[in-house]
């Protein structure tokens, strides 16, 4: 049985990344890209026959990567190149926050989609381009720059959709700010409490519509 918080996800997040994942049966091959280290288990929970391949820029700690099937560490610098050399194609690849950090978001983008089945999906969230005007929070990213991470300006989302057709894939969904009712109802009352806190909360991403969301299908 899920956890109660990624039941929730699941119905209250109906286009977020475990909605995404239940999409394909019991048993999918999937390729994390940039999953940390809680990821794994949470995936495998999920989907406990899938097939996990996770990727990262930092050694999984020993508990997280017992959860994967393969886990591969990556140089910052090159990885855009450690996606293009992994010898699997894959039903999902995951890229969950992870283009802005990338060095080279487009080479990434290119490794990443090249790894999708023909037949299978991808599956993209990143901060709006929009976040950059939102305010700053002491706690949690709510302004692109509050976290020293991010990388140049956020991800272009209109270029990452022709992107990706010209790749042969085929948009199945696209929001630019996501913001899904019940939880944007919630994060607008709740909001409040955490803007005295200085605080990024509970659905404080989907009131401001943080997150832009991209599943597409490979078809060619």
Not at 31 to 56: H, R
Not at 68 to 89: G, L, M, T, V
Not at 117 to 126: D, E, M, P, R, T
Request: aromatic share 16%; net charge neutral.
């Amino acid at each position: 049985m899920l956890p109660v918080s990624r039941l929730a996800s699941f119905f209250l997040r109906r286009k977020g990344k475990w909605s995404f994942l239940r999409r394909f049966g019991k048993n999918p091959s999937i390729l994390d890209i940039g999953c940390g280290n809680q990821s794994p288990e949470k995936t495998k929970i999920q989907l406990p026959d899938s097939y996990y391949c996770g990727l990262d820029v930092s050694e999984a700690r020993p508990e997280y990567l017992n959860f994967a099937d393969r886990y591969i560490q990556c140089q910052p610098k090159s990885f855009s190149e450690c996606i293009a050399s992994i010898d699997e194609e894959f039903d999902v690849v995951i890229s969950s926050h992870n283009l802005e950090h990338c060095f080279d978001r487009w080479s990434t983008l290119e490794s990443m989609a090249d790894r999708v089945k023909s037949g299978g999906s991808i599956y993209l969230a990143f901060p709006a381009e929009i976040s950059v005007n939102f305010p700053s929070r002491g706690s949690g990213c709510l302004n692109y720059y509050d976290n020293a991470e991010h990388l140049d300006s956020p991800p272009d989302f209109s270029k990452i959709i022709d992107f990706l057709k010209e790749k042969g894939f085929e948009i199945t969904f696209s929001c630019r700010q996501y913001r899904p009712t019940i939880p944007w109802t919630i994060g607008l009352v709740a909001d409040r409490l955490h803007r005295y806190f200085n605080r990024v909360g509970m659905f404080t991403w989907e009131f401001f519509g943080f997150e832009s969301i991209i599943w597409a299908k490979k078809i060619q």
